[in-house]
């Protein structure tokens, strides 16, 4: 892979990074701002609460940000690597 293959492919997760920043930032935005009965976040609907679906979906989230964050640490030292100049 070339030096501009490899930006492409950088600038690809950075991206995907930022949508995932994007979601979680939403799943925390609708927790906070719930505006309802607060009761009704911890009334069982489906064998679980309202709060620990939320809780369980951004919890996935989490997972999906922490396995891009991985691969731009790697993408990272890929490009050092590449861009190292030679001695």
Excluded at 44 to 54: G, L
Aim: proline share 1%; glycine share 2%; charged share 40%.
């Amino acid at each position: 892979m070339d030096k501009t293959e490899k930006n492409e492919d950088f600038q690809d997760t950075i991206q995907s990074l930022l949508i995932e920043i994007d979601n979680i930032k939403d799943y925390l935005e609708e927790i906070y701002s719930y505006d309802g009965d607060v009761k009704k976040l911890f009334v069982n609907n489906e064998n679980e609460t309202y709060i620990e679906r939320k809780v369980n979906e951004l919890s996935d989230k989490v997972e999906v940000f922490n396995w891009w964050w991985k691969v731009i640490v790697r993408d990272v030292k890929e490009m050092k690597d590449i861009l190292k100049p030679e001695s």
